[in-house]
């Protein structure tokens, strides 16, 4: 089977590994954690970054930070993987959840902006949903596939509308906005994963990077059990939040990759893109004028009103080739436990979400194996009179 997206190993992990076995610096202190971090905030543009025990508890304790609270809304995308909303719900709120936009893919900024002066108001200080009365208390964008969604536009609603914005970029890492950096665009904080299916992994891992030090300080208090001192003193409950030298050992071994994936990515998306564009109604994932995409999952969308039947179709003849063709994330509103979560129209997310097919984009395919890929797609695509053979 060629794999959708596996580990690719071959730089100095397992001499950084050793180096932790030996010097018995095996936990949440140690030099490849504060390496780790420096890389991380370096690629991402920041002055600060954090490392926690994945993506979702970086998540997690950002909103926290900001000042999220029990029974709380949070404005995000349906179309996102479920550990967005849920590190939502970690915090007691629930997801309001809103579209993507056509070109990217990425929280709708106009929506958000209109559904906010149409649904909300400032009572006492805060700013209420109307229809619920609860308090809406911040904005997550999430950076799908690996593209920035329109910052600018976002960051203008948070500012006129006093919310703080925490991006879920999980696997963005690499990526630009208006030639900044991912983590560089105005946001409290924006978080990465490096769980083992990302660009770049530490086996298990997050990260949060932030501009403001006093954030940067709250939430590390907060991820450290929100220890006082060096003594048992604790001042709020805190959690175990920290990711292990045992990881950030692996991540830096990874980081100093980070180009050369990116790259490798892109290359990979490119060669798919180039291959398909004769395909009737298939279309490259999103390009959005204002930024580079990280790339991190390569593949195509029938965009068809039957596209969801032929993507299954397609994937399902892909596997019995020894591909690992699979779809990509279904929307929040039909998952069970977010079908009631409040929410607004959400035709694109509805129209995407089963068409996408995505296709084998490690670091290290080959280009027997890319190639291979492509010409199954293509004599897929043949049988079904969805294009020619090249003349
Ligand atoms: C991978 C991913 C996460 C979760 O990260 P973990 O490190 O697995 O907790 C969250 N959001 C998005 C968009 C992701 O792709």
């Not at 009365?133 to 910052?151: C, E, K, N, Q």
């Not at 100093?256 to 990979?268: C, G, H, M, Y």
């Not at 979400?353 to 194996?369: A, E, G, M, R």
């Amino acid at each position: 089977m060629i794999q959708l997206a596996v580990p690719n190993l071959a730089g100095n992990e397992e001499k950084y590994l050793s180096d932790c076995v030996t010097s018995t610096f095996v936990s949440s202190v140690g030099p490849y954690v504060t390496k780790f971090e420096e890389m991380v905030a370096a690629a991402a543009g920041a002055p600060y970054a954090v490392a926690t025990s994945a993506g979702t508890t970086a998540l997690h304790a950002a909103l926290l930070t900001v000042g999220v609270k029990h029974n709380d809304l949070v404005i995000c995308p349906a179309l996102t993987f479920i550990a967005s909303a849920n590190a939502i719900s970690h915090c007691g709120a629930t997801p309001w959840l809103f579209d993507v936009d056509r070109d990217s893919w990425t929280l709708d900024a106009r929506q958000v902006g209109e559904q906010i002066a149409k649904n909300t108001e400032i009572r006492a200080g805060e700013r209420i949903h109307i229809p619920s009365g609860r308090r809406v208390s911040a904005i997550v964008p999430v950076f799908t596939l690996g593209i920035p969604a329109d910052m600018d536009a976002i960051i203008q609603v948070a500012k006129s509308s006093g919310l703080p914005v925490v991006v879920d970029g999980a696997a963005a890492l690499g990526a630009t906005y208006r030639a900044h950096r991912s983590g560089a665009l105005g946001a409290d904080f924006t978080m990465y994963s490096f769980n083992g299916n990302k660009t770049v992994t530490a086996g298990g891992g997050g990260a949060v990077v932030c501009c403001s030090k006093d954030l940067m300080q709250a939430f590390r208090h907060l991820t450290t059990t929100a220890r006082v001192g060096t003594d048992y003193d604790h001042d709020v409950v805190g959690y175990n939040y920290r990711m292990t030298n045992l990881q950030a050992a692996v991540g830096c071994a990874q980081m100093e990759q980070l180009d050369a994936f990116v790259a490798a990515k892109r290359r990979i998306a490119a060669t798919y893109q180039e291959a398909f564009q004769d395909i009737s109604g298939a279309k490259a994932f999103p390009n959005p004028s204002w930024g580079e995409s990280a790339a991190w999952f390569s593949g195509f969308y029938f965009d068809s009103p039957d596209g969801g039947a032929r993507g299954a179709r397609l994937r399902q003849a892909l596997r019995e080739r020894h591909i690992d063709a699979r779809p990509f994330w279904k929307p929040m509103h039909l998952q069970a436990p977010y079908k009631n979560a409040p929410r607004a129209a959400l035709p694109v997310s509805e129209y995407l979400w089963d068409k996408i097919v995505t296709l084998p984009c490690s670091t290290n395919l080959t280009s027997d194996d890319q190639a291979y890929v492509v010409d199954e797609v293509r004599a897929w695509s043949r049988a079904h009179v969805l294009c020619s053979a090249p003349s």
